[in-house]
């Protein structure tokens, strides 16, 4: 069992939401608390578990349908997680769980759901699915650098005004508004799938950095930064 110094990082429902590689983003955050020297746990929550308050930050990623519908069930009866999230710690919510997190979302099948709130949020079909590379141009009060990833869903997403968005669209579709995902305290949503954190370091320091309580020092990652330069040069159609 790990130490009680060490980092913990609930991942959410790794069992329903994991079909596009999102569990990597914990290990994407455990990695670089590791080479900090931090020492870091992932700690999967399944559908069988009780969802603990006292971890110190939550990941949840996406999936089709039916898991979606699932996971909203889970989490709406989990006492623990609405504590974690009323005390502000950081949560990092991909696709799916974006939608989930807001106040409700629609299924393809058009049945309405109760979302569990934490995002001021709704989500509905859109008439097309958005599939493939999406880049975005962040917020400047949270992050400096482009965010890009891979997006594969057909949500409709319309923020509320306690909701600010990650970032603008500048190639695919995000929302569906011009915007992608949605920053509300320390909860973070996107479309961006690749794992994100993998893909945009930028973004997996700041949740960090919030969940030890100081700024991180830079960490140099061979190979990372000419990947970075690929993604954001190769041309995209924009949708």
Do not use: K
Not at 116 to 128: N, S
Not at 133 to 156: C, D, K, M, W, Y
Not at 179 to 193: E, K, M, P, S
């Amino acid at each position: 069992m790990p130490g009680e110094s060490a980092v913990r990082i609930g991942l959410l429902l790794p069992d329903l939401l994991g079909t596009y590689g999102d569990c990597g983003n914990a290990e994407i955050l455990q990695r670089r608390l590791q080479w900090r020297g931090f020492p870091a746990a992932v700690i999967p929550i399944t559908v069988d578990d009780e969802v603990a308050d006292s971890l110190d930050l939550y990941v949840i990623g996406g999936g089709e349908d039916s898991a979606q519908s699932l996971a909203a069930d889970f989490l709406a009866r989990q006492p623990g997680f609405a504590r974690a999230v009323g005390r502000g710690a950081p949560l990092l919510a991909v696709c799916a769980g974006l939608q989930v997190l807001g106040r409700e979302f629609t299924t393809g099948h058009g049945r309405v759901r109760t979302g569990i709130g934490v995002l001021d949020l709704v989500t509905a079909p859109a008439r097309d699915r958005a599939v493939g590379e999406i880049r975005t141009r962040p917020v400047p009060s949270l992050l400096t650098e482009a965010l890009t990833g891979f997006e594969n869903h057909q949500g409709h997403t319309t923020l509320g005004p306690a909701a600010q968005p990650l970032g603008r669209v500048e190639h695919g579709t995000g929302n569906g508004d011009g915007f992608d995902g949605a920053v509300q305290g320390r909860v973070v949503g996107t479309y961006l799938h690749g794992p994100a954190l993998a893909r945009n370091p930028e973004l997996a320091d700041l949740l960090l950095s919030w969940a030890v309580g100081t700024p991180l020092r830079p960490l140099e990652v061979p190979g990372l930064a000419e990947l970075r330069r690929q993604r954001l040069s190769r041309p995209r159609r924009r949708r």
